[in-house]
């Protein structure tokens, strides 16, 4: 395991994995909000796939307790509510500039109808 010390427990090595995936968790969830609000689609959805592989394998390792771990847990998770309301507020941008779009097709299609033909 590259990043853990040979010597100390096998409990010490899994604490510290478990805090590496938790600062890695926490590098992915501070990306994917700032690509978000950079508008980078693409690479917001390569890392989707990034961030789930790192919770599973959260969700499989025992944690570190402590104040340092709950604090960083609670970072994730005001990162996680950031992320889920700036996804929303795109969605709701987005949503709108299609209406537009779609409401600016059908009147030139309108007024296309309406045109004598030649």
């Known amino acids: 395991m590259s990043g853990v010390p040979s010597s100390g427990s096998s409990e010490q090595a899994v604490d510290m994995n478990g805090g590496a995936m938790l600062d ?39 944690l570190p307790d402590g104040p340092g771990p709950t604090r960083q847990w609670q970072c994730i998770q005001q990162l996680y509510r ?12 987005v949503s ?9 097709k059908k009147m030139l299609n ?7 033909s030649s």
């Open 24 to 62: 890695r968790l926490q590098g992915l969830l501070e990306q994917q909000l700032t690509l978000v609000h950079q508008g980078r689609w693409a690479t917001v959805v390569a890392l989707i796939d990034r961030t789930d592989q790192c919770v599973q394998r959260i969700a499989g390792t025992v």
């Open 82 to 93: 950031e992320l889920s309301l700036a996804l929303t507020a795109q969605r709701a941008e």
């Open 96 to 104: 709108g500039v299609l209406n537009a779009i779609r409401r600016s």
């Open 110 to 116: 309108t007024y296309g109808a309406s045109l004598p």
